[in-house]
C-alpha cells in the first residue's frame, strides 16, 4: 500500500503583534503499520516565518514522532491525528499566530 494522504492544509497567518507572515503546511499521510510507523501515520506539520522553521512536527525514521524549535528538537507523544492538529495549533497560538 502507498501512502495515502489523510490531511493536508496550507495556510498563511499573520502575528497580530509584530505584523511578521507564516507558512503553516500540514501534511498526515496513512501507511502501513511498521517498525518506523507503528501508528501506521506519517506526519509533518510546520510553522515557517522569514525563511526559518519557528516550530515543527514529525516523525521521519529513524526518529519517530518529535518536535523542531529552530535547530533543536524533542521527542513527542503522538496520540492521534486529532490531538497532533491541536497540539500544533496550541504551539502556533503561543507562537503569536491565530489559526
Known amino acids: 500500500m502507498k ?3 489523510v490531511f493536508r492544509e496550507k ?3 499573520e ?3 509584530t505584523g511578521k507572515v507564516a507558512i503553516v503546511e500540514l501534511k498526515i499521510w496513512k501507511v502501513p503499520k511498521s517498525k518506523a510507523y ?3 501515520r506519517k506526519f509533518s ?3 515557517v ?3 526559518k522553521v519557528l516550530f515543527g512536527m514529525n516523525n521521519h525514521k529513524p ?3 518529535h518536535l523542531h524549535f ?3 528538537e524533542r521527542p513527542y507523544g503522538y496520540q492521534g491525528d486529532e490531538q497532533l492538529l491541536e497540539d500544533f495549533w496550541e504551539l502556533a497560538r503561543k507562537a503569536g499566530y491565530q489559526p
Do not use: D
Request: charge should be neutral.
Open 3 to 5: 501512502a495515502q494522504s
Open 11 to 13: 495556510r498563511i497567518l
Open 15 to 17: 502575528n497580530p503583534k
Open 38 to 40: 507503528p501508528e501506521g
Open 45 to 47: 506539520l510546520f510553522l
Open 49 to 51: 516565518s522569514e525563511g
Open 63 to 65: 526518529k519517530g514522532p
Open 70 to 72: 529552530g535547530e533543536q
